[in-house]
């Protein structure tokens, strides 16, 4: 859908008369108002958004990478907690292990996040995402700003997860390291609560 300015232009070009009223001074001139060199700048300044989908195509290859790095940390997980295996794996080992493939997982949405969203923002809707539907609003991104907030409460939810996947690997020997892992735990809580307040 065009934007005020641009329904303004195109009828301008178009019948050389705009129905609509005409758009404020921020929308810019009107290309036939443009020099010739002025014109061939801005439409190649203009183009060097493209390069943009660099950013889309390796984002999301990385994101295919990503979930088979956490689906094969799973696949090991089952194989070795199959009875019968000469080196079972400890409750504690599982759980590393799985919350190790989560955090692949929650990487590779980032990634994915940044790949719909730079597409959107500069090159075009994706629109058989819309057609097909039920996607929820993962791609209501209108600015910069939308895809940031997006990407950040993901990349929070990484840190508590690679928090946790680091507290199980630790060794506590005294009272006090348990008190520091406690007041970190509440303050993650105290950390998800505002993020949740935030969102809504």
């Known amino acids: 859908m065009l934007s005020p300015c641009g329904q303004y232009h195109k009828q301008q070009r178009v019948t050389g008369k705009a129905d609509t009223p005409k ?5 810019g001139k009107a290309l036939a108002d443009q020099g010739i060199i002025e014109n061939i700048f801005e439409r190649a300044l203009w183009n ?3 390069i943009v989908i660099l950013g889309v195509i390796f984002s999301a290859l990385s994101a295919i990478v990503l979930f088979i790095a956490g689906s094969m940390e799973i696949y090991h997980i089952l194989v070795g907690f199959v009875p019968g295996n000469l080196h079972p794996l400890t409750h ?4 590393i292990g799985i919350i190790g493939a ?10 994915l996040i ?14 058989i995402a819309r057609v ?6 993962i791609l209501d991104i209108d600015n910069l700003d939308d895809l940031k907030n997006k990407i950040l409460k993901v990349i929070i939810m990484v840190l508590i997860v690679t928090f946790f ?6 060794e506590f020997t005294t009272s006090l390291d348990m008190l520091a892992m406690a007041v970190s735990i509440c303050l993650i809580c105290v950390g998800v609560y505002f993020l949740g ?4």
């Open 23 to 27: 758009p404020s001074a921020q929308c």
């Open 48 to 50: 060097v958004r493209f």
């Open 92 to 95: 504690e080992q599982i759980l």
């Open 102 to 111: 989560v955090d692949f997982y929650l990487i590779g949405l980032v990634l």
């Open 114 to 127: 940044f790949s719909f969203g730079i597409y959107e923002l500069f090159i075009s809707e994706i629109d």
């Open 132 to 137: 097909e539907s039920g996607i929820g609003n």
């Open 165 to 170: 996947q680091r507290i199980l690997s630790m």
């Open 197 to 200: 307040r935030h969102g809504h």
